[in-house]
């Protein structure tokens, strides 16, 4: 009887690591945060690609971190970050290079 019951906690605890995996960085909100405006910095050079704000999990919150410009990356597309609605609430989706 006691083999079941550990068995059962396993799977239990198994089930409630890969809940906490489906969203990357696993923070939600109900409300997405408003974004800062501000004036876009003219570009330093001239392979320069605007890659926009992002948000970071920081404290308990999201904080915003500003734009900032990279060198273009040959063979390379940047993808904007976003915000995904889940039935949980909010949760952002960092931009990345494909």
Same mark, same amino acid.
């Given at each position: 009887? $006691?083999?079941?019951? $550990? ?19 696993? #923070? ?37 971190? %500003? ?20 039935? %949980?609430? #909010? ?8």
């Amino acid at each position: 009887m $006691k083999t079941i019951a $550990k068995f059962g906690l396993m799977i239990l605890l198994a089930g409630s690591l890969f809940t906490s995996c489906t969203v990357q960085g696993g #923070y939600w909100v109900r409300e997405r945060p408003v974004e800062p405006v501000y004036e876009r910095p003219v570009a330093p050079y001239d392979d320069a690609i605007w890659i926009g704000g992002e948000w970071e999990w920081r404290g308990g919150n999201y904080v915003y971190l %500003r734009g900032h410009y990279e060198h273009r990356r040959e063979g390379h597309e940047w993808i904007p970050g976003h915000w995904n609605n889940t039935p %949980r609430g #909010y949760a952002w989706e960092r931009g990345h290079w494909r």
